[in-house]
């Protein structure tokens, strides 16, 4: 079955049981205090929650574009070194405005797996919130009691606050939440550790692939919960873990959704891909993961900027720069030569990519060119500065690697980590403040309660600076 076929099953199946299917919300969230990025499939939705709002249809479901790069779910140091998170990736998801609750969702969402899907039952396994004593929360009897029916009760398992009560942000709509993860793992391996399979979370082979989460509270900025008007059902399946799961590959890489990408960087860099833990090979992954992330969050119309969700994405982009340019050997921009490949493989789905193609392809090339006209000798003043520090490099010289080479801390922190060094990123934080003019550091955003929108506050926007210079200045205008 091909990735296509997947997202499409999934969103047919939904629609038969009277979901309207809409499309993603765009990356990039405007007029939110809280998120720069699209996180989850709810965002976009949370007003339906908060009950601010009526929605048209009561059950919708969509595949939605989400970036984890930022703020409480942050996932950039794990991509490309394990084999299922991604900066960017869908989210697969159905949702109940205030109509059905946990027996549906739940039920459906087993019959989506073990039915159309046709998942080994014998693979599954499921958790539910175990509750929190601290916070008032009990138990949740309610999903156990409908998992009983289809699951035997040793694959049905407790999991606590962090992984079962699932928060958008600091703030927001939340609730309890149960996670059906796929035990991957060879035959062989599973007999070698019989009895005990199910209680490994952290193994590589066993994934979580969907999330139930049952809204019922608002967290309050003061920490508190405030039950909400309604009780709501939100999900969201990793598609790329799905269609690992489905076409029973070892790596989300190894499927359909990215090995264009890999054999178009192999065809360019000349390089082989060897599915191993080598630099190149994580190489490999980190472009195929981070064009994603720049191609479709510059289409959504956020260019690469030097403050705010624009510096989120030129650091993206400069980290896959550094990955080609240091582990596969290649000193041109490359990241812009997958563009027409994955424009092609979204076209149906996320055909914003394809009609701006060459508008995005120019903005990243220009992007490319303008961090390696330094990264040489960024690259060779960090060694200099590693081959002279003690167990850390020091926020001064983090901050003239920014400043001079235009190395985003993140960069710096990950070739120093290499060399089994730390950054001392408090005294590059202090360096940032005394320079007046520079961009605040990204993610560091104020959160205030949810509250009711005001409409007024949005911006139109007009065009963007200038394409030819490093400092391009994205113009709004409010209206
Ligand atoms: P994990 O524990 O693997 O980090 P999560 O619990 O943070 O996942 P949720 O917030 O529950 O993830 O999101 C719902 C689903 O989205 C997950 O079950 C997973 O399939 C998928 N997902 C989450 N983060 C990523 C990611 N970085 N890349 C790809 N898929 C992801
Ligand atoms: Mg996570
Ligand atoms: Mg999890
Ligand atoms: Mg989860």
Known sequence: MTSADIRKQFLDFFAQRGHQIVPSAPIVVKNDPTLLFTNAGMNQFKDFF????????????????????????????????DTYHHTMFEMLGNWSFGDYFKKEAIAWSWELLTEVYRLDKDRLYVTIFEGDEKEGLPKDEEAYNEWKKVIAEDRILLGNKKDNFWEMGDTGPCGPCTEIHVDCRSDEERKSVAGKDLVNNDHPQVIEIWNNVFMQFNRLKDGSLQTLPAQHVDTGMGFERLVRVIQGKQSNYDTDVFTGTIAATEKI??????????????????LADHIRAIAFTIADGQLPANNGAGYVIRRILRRAVRYYYSYLDYKQPLLFQLLPLLAKQFEDVFPELNKQIDFVSKVVKEEEDAFLKTLDKGLKRIDDIIATSGKQIEGRAAFELFDTFGFPIDLTRLIASEKNLAVD????????????????????????????????????????DSLETESKVTKYRKV
């Open 50 to 81: 908060l009950g601010n709002k009526k929605p048209d249809h009561k059950r919708v479901a969509d595949t939605q574009k989400c970036l984890r790069v930022s703020g409480k779910h942050n996932d950039l140091e794990e991509v490309g070194v």
């Open 269 to 286: 860099t000349g390089k082989k891909y060897d599915y191993s833990d080598s630099k190149e090979a994580i190489a490999f992954r980190v």
């Open 425 to 464: 990123e408090t005294g590059f934080e202090a360096e940032m403040q005394q320079q007046k003019n520079r961009s605040r550091a990204a993610g560091t955003i104020d959160t205030e309660d949810w509250i009711v929108l005001h409409d007024n506050a949005v911006n139109e926007f007009i065009g963007y």
